[in-house]
C-alpha cells in the first residue's frame, strides 16, 4: 500500500477507479498551480496511487496554440469511457500567460466555461485542482516533498514563470470558471502527506457526488435565428467555359496551398450535402490541384473502435490539421445534427444541446487560426432520384448506392426538416454555410474550387 495516505483511504479509491471501469464513466482531472516541481511530485503520487492503466496523463504546454490543432489537443485528450484523464496544466496556464502579458482572457475563460458544459452534458466528471503555495516558500516545499530540483529540461521546466501565478491574476480566473458542472478546489499546499490526503479525499468526494447524484444539463431551446442560404438557392445554374475555369481556379488554388504552408495557418473543409449531391465529385476535383504532403481527406460514417468511447466531438479534434495543412471532412460532427435525431441514436436533450456545442467547437477552430469553410451541396429530390436510377444501372457505380440511401431518400421531407434548422442554428459569422447549387455538377465543382479560392485570398492577404 501507498505511504502517503492511510491503507483504509487507498483501498476505497481503488473500489471507485472499479466503479469508474465498471460503469464505463469518464473523468477529467485537472491540475494547476505555482511550482510545476510540486505539481509533479503530487500528480505522480496520485498517479502511483492508481491502477495504470486505467489513467492517461497528460502534460500541456501553454505556448504555442498556432492551429485547430494545438488549441483541441485538450478535447483529443479527454478520457474514454472506464478512464482516468489526467491534465498536467491545461487552458487555465495559458489564461494566466496571456493575462500576464496584459492580454485579455475573456474569449478564453468563455470557451473554457463552454468547453467543460459540452464535457460534463456528455458524461464528463470534471475534478479541478488549484495547489495553492506562495512564492517564497516554493523552493522549500519542493525540497521538503523531494521535488526534483531544476534542471532547465523538460522534466522540470514549466515553460511559465511561477511569479505569474500571482493571486490578482488567478483569483479572478477561479471565480469566473468556478462553475457548479466543474467547479475548483483550491489545495493549501503544506507536507506531502497532508496534501495527498486532501487531494485524494477531494478527488473521492467530488467524484462519487457526480455518480450518485448526476447534475442534470440545463434545458436548451435551439437557437435558428441565423439566416438560411438554402432558401435562396438558384438549382438552375449552369456552368460555363467548364474546363478553362477549372484549370484556372485548381492553378491558383495550388499556388494559395503554398502560401497556406508558409503562414503556419490551416484550413478546415466540411462538406455535407443529399445523398448523391456531389461531395465526392467536387473533393476530388479540389484535390487534383493539391500537394499531397498538405492535406487529408477523412470519410466519415457511423462511430467505431475508440470513436464509441468517446463524447461525439472527439474524433473530429483529433483529426484537425497541423499549422499550414489542410483537412478535409466528406461529412462531419453534423451527423449529430441530421443522422442521430432522425435515427434516434441520441436523446431529445442531446439534439438540441448540439447547435451550442458545435457553434463553441467551430468557436475553437476559427480563433485558433483556423480558416472554416462549411459546403451544403444541394440537388432536388427529382435529381436525386435520377442520379440513384443511374448509379444502380451502372455496374461500376453500383457500389455507391446502398439500401440505406433508398431508406434515406423516403425520409427525405424530414430531412429536409433538420438541415433547415441545422443551417439556420450554424450560420455564423464566424463559420457560415456555403450552399453549392449542385443540378449541374459542373457549376457545383466550379463553385466549391471559387470558394476556397476566394476565402483563402481573403484570409492570408496580410
Not at 505511504?3 to 481503488?14: F, K, V
Request: hydrophobic share 40%; proline share 5%; charged share 30%.
Amino acid at each position: 500500500m501507498a505511504t502517503t495516505i492511510p491503507d483504509e483511504l487507498a483501498e476505497q479509491l481503488t473500489l471507485l477507479q472499479r466503479r469508474i471501469v465498471n460503469e464505463e464513466r469518464q473523468v477529467l482531472v485537472i491540475f494547476e498551480g505555482r511550482s510545476g516541481r510540486v505539481m509533479g511530485r503530487v500528480i505522480n503520487e496520485f498517479m502511483n496511487l492508481l491502477e495504470p492503466r486505467g489513467i492517461e496523463y497528460t502534460h500541456f504546454v501553454p505556448e504555442g496554440i498556432t492551429s485547430p490543432r494545438d488549441m483541441l489537443r485538450y478535447l483529443a485528450r479527454e478520457p474514454a469511457k472506464g478512464k482516468i484523464a489526467i491534465y498536467d496544466r491545461s487552458w487555465y496556464s495559458l489564461m494566466v500567460a496571456r493575462a500576464d502579458e496584459g492580454i485579455d482572457t475573456y474569449q478564453l475563460e468563455r470557451l473554457a466555461r463552454n468547453f467543460e458544459r459540452y464535457l460534463s452534458n456528455n458524461g464528463v466528471v470534471i475534478v479541478k485542482f488549484y495547489l495553492n503555495i506562495s512564492d517564497d516558500s516554493m523552493d522549500a516545499v519542493a525540497k521538503g516533498m523531494q521535488g526534483k530540483r531544476k534542471s532547465g529540461t523538460f522534466l522540470t521546466d514549466d515553460h511559465i514563470d511561477p511569479k505569474k501565478w500571482r493571486d490578482k491574476l488567478v483569483m479572478p480566473m477561479i471565480a469566473s470558471t468556478n462553475m457548479p458542472y466543474a467547479p475548483w478546489d483550491i489545495i493549501d499546499i503544506k507536507d506531502l502527506y497532508m496534501t495527498m490526503n486532501m487531494v485524494v479525499r477531494t478527488f473521492m468526494d467530488r467524484t462519487e457526488l457526480r455518480f450518485d447524484h448526476p447534475l442534470k444539463p440545463e434545458p436548451v431551446t435551439m437557437d435558428t435565428s441565423f439566416p438560411n442560404p438554402r432558401e435562396n438557392a438558384d438549382l438552375t445554374k449552369e456552368a460555363k467555359s467548364y474546363k478553362a475555369e477549372l484549370n484556372k481556379l485548381s492553378a491558383e488554388v495550388a499556388e494559395l496551398q503554398m502560401k497556406l504552408a508558409e503562414s503556419g495557418r490551416s484550413l478546415v473543409l466540411v462538406f455535407e450535402g443529399w445523398d448523391a449531391a456531389g461531395k465526392g465529385g467536387s473533393i476530388k476535383r479540389l484535390v487534383r490541384s493539391l500537394n499531397p504532403r498538405g492535406y487529408y481527406v477523412v470519410p466519415v460514417a457511423a462511430p467505431v473502435g475508440d470513436e464509441r468511447v468517446h463524447t461525439y466531438l472527439w474524433r473530429f479534434a483529433t483529426r484537425m490539421p497541423k499549422p499550414g495543412r489542410i483537412v478535409i471532412f466528406d461529412r462531419s460532427w453534423y451527423g449529430r445534427m441530421m443522422v442521430e435525431p432522425i435515427e434516434g441514436f441520441c436523446t431529445e436533450d442531446e439534439y438540441s444541446r448540439s447547435a451550442m456545442e458545435i457553434r463553441a467547437f467551430e468557436r475553437l477552430i476559427t480563433e485558433s487560426g483556423g480558416i472554416l469553410i462549411k459546403f451544403w451541396m444541394e440537388i432536388s429530390s427529382e435529381e436525386q432520384l435520377a442520379r440513384f436510377d443511374a448509379r444502380a444501372a451502372n455496374p461500376i457505380k453500383a457500389w455507391k448506392i446502398t439500401d440505406e440511401d433508398w431508406r434515406n431518400r423516403e425520409k427525405w421531407d424530414i430531412y429536409e426538416e433538420y438541415v433547415d434548422r441545422m443551417i439556420s442554428a450554424t450560420n455564423t459569422t464566424h463559420a457560415p454555410w456555403v450552399v453549392v447549387e449542385s443540378e449541374d455538377k459542373k457549376y457545383g465543382r466550379i463553385k466549391v474550387l471559387r470558394t476556397v479560392r476566394d476565402t483563402l485570398e481573403a484570409a492570408l492577404k496580410n
